[in-house]
């Protein structure tokens, strides 16, 4: 999630024939809640909700080498999900995880959700556009996006100014 942006919902919802030519197909989420012992798949929270996520070199690696493990399996398909087999991780699972692995490195323990602040924190420090934070996150609306991370983009006013002096000198 920290590599994608994804909620975990979208994530845990992921069957592998959501992973096209390095690329996750965001058209469903897992809800917490169990109807007859599973999950509920339902379409995702916004009509932006829906989207492709462009994955990097390793995370593609990381999820080649995975279902190339899952293929062992008798009975393999597409249909499987990502993170979990024949049936999806619970939330619950994932945050059990999530907490043992931040007790080993001996780091704070966050919120899973925290994961997708954090994928967002990481593409405005690398000075990506707010509009492909934005769409990369599936928010509804930019201003979702600005509202939230606004604090984080750097006020550029002496850069704004040097510009516009620049263009009067020449």
């Known amino acids: 999630m920290y590599y994608t942006g994804l909620r975990e919902g979208e994530a845990l919802a992921l069957n592998w024939k959501d992973y096209i030519n390095e690329t996750l197909d965001i058209n469903k989420t897992i809800s917490k809640e169990l109807v007859d ?14 989207r492709k996520v462009k994955l990097d070199n390793e995370l593609v690696k990381k999820l080649n080498d995975l279902k190339e493990f899952y293929k062992s399996f008798e009975g393999f398909t597409n ?12 939330p619950t699972t994932v945050g059990r995880k999530k907490n043992k692995y931040c007790e080993l490195a001996n780091v704070k323990k966050i919120r899973i ?3 997708r602040h954090s994928h967002a924190s990481l593409l405005i420090s690398l000075k990506v556009p707010i509009t492909v934070v934005s769409e990369r996150l599936g928010h509804s609306d930019i201003n979702m996006t600005l509202n939230t991370y ?3 983009i750097p006020n550029d006013e002496t850069k704004a100014i040097d510009g516009i002096n620049n263009l009067k000198q020449n």
């Open 37 to 50: 012992n599973k999950r509920v798949i339902n379409t995702p929270k916004t009509t932006k909700s829906n």
């Open 79 to 90: 249909e499987w999900f990502i993170f979990g087999g024949l049936n999806p991780l619970s």
């Open 113 to 115: 959700h925290d994961f």
């Open 150 to 152: 606004s604090h984080m």
